[in-house]
């Protein structure tokens, strides 16, 4: 017997060990429909009929669908399996692959619903309407976008079975003032930073859970030196407080940003602690 609920969220992610922070994003800012949604990810790999299957055994009403580069072709192929066997199921799409240029995708025209940009405020909005009506008039919906302080923040959501398992992605920060034209963070007007202490304090619980890889996901780390310094400071107090029991982190970073006091301060690290993505 499955398990009943109104609302999927999924995504198909490269590896086991990844985890969709957006889903759990989703989630959280739910408000009283989130104890009606379950998470349910899969893995580059797994056929469509077998995704489809574990998505019906919660019988939902809603699915919603986070498209990415990686996975786009599969998530296609789901969809056009869940419309077939499941046509009653209503489908809506978010993420960076479906969010630009939509109308030419084979699986936004298979889709009943499009999330364009930022979700937690426009799927919960979206999902008051499709459950309490009245219907949504518009397909493609520009997704709204709320100061940082009203979002929910997702750590909560990250299962026992996540922290013993998969990667823990964290951010301090959301967009990216660069104009890179190979990136799609480049539509981003600039960054945005989460408040800084109620996100270490984050940081703190999910240490205290057991979380001992932390992978930022923020488009530029050393944007706000302040920040990052206090950040980096973090994670410098674990490491003398247990260094039999280290943590490591990786940051996204900009190579030509790099003052003497943050430079000073990675140097502290021992080896290996800490990763850097830079371009």
């Not at 609920?5 to 490269?14: E, G, H, M, P, R």
């Not at 030419?104 to 930022?118: C, H, N, R, S």
């Not at 932390?214 to 950040?231: A, E, G, P």
Request: glycine letters at 6%; hydrophobic letters at 45%.
């Amino acid at each position: 017997m499955g398990i009943t609920t109104d609302i999927v969220l999924s995504t198909i992610n490269a590896r086991f060990a990844h985890s969709a922070l957006g889903l759990r994003y989703l989630k959280a800012n739910l408000g009283e429909f989130a104890p009606q949604c379950e998470i349910v990810e899969f893995v580059l790999g797994q056929s469509p009929a077998e995704m489809a299957e574990q998505i019906l055994a919660h019988k939902p009403k809603i699915l919603g669908l986070s498209v990415y580069i990686w996975n786009i072709h599969e998530s296609t192929a789901l969809v056009q399996v869940l419309k077939q066997v499941a046509p009653e199921l209503v489908i809506v799409l978010g993420g960076p692959e479906v969010s630009h240029e939509p109308l030419e995708q084979t699986i936004v025209k298979k889709a009943d619903y499009l999330i364009t940009g930022w979700g937690e405020v426009s799927f919960r909005e979206l999902v008051r309407a499709l459950l309490l009506g009245p219907q949504p008039l518009m397909k493609i919906i520009p997704g709204k976008q709320p100061p940082l302080s009203e979002i929910e923040r997702p750590y909560l959501l990250y299962s026992e079975a996540d922290i013993r398992h998969r990667l823990i992605y964290v951010e301090a920060s959301r967009g990216c003032p660069f104009k890179c034209e190979f990136c799609l963070s480049s539509l981003d007007k600039t960054a945005w930073p989460f408040d800084t202490e109620l996100f270490l304090q984050d940081l703190e619980h999910l240490y205290q859970r057991g979380v001992r890889t932390f992978k930022f996901i923020d488009r530029t780390f050393n944007l706000n030196i302040k920040v990052s310094l206090k950040i980096l400071q973090f994670f410098l107090d674990k490491l003398a407080a247990s260094p039999d029991d280290p943590v490591f982190a990786h940051f996204e970073v900009v190579p030509d940003h790099l003052p003497e006091a943050l430079k000073q301060a990675i140097q502290q690290f021992p080896a290996g602690s800490l990763q850097f993505e830079i371009g």
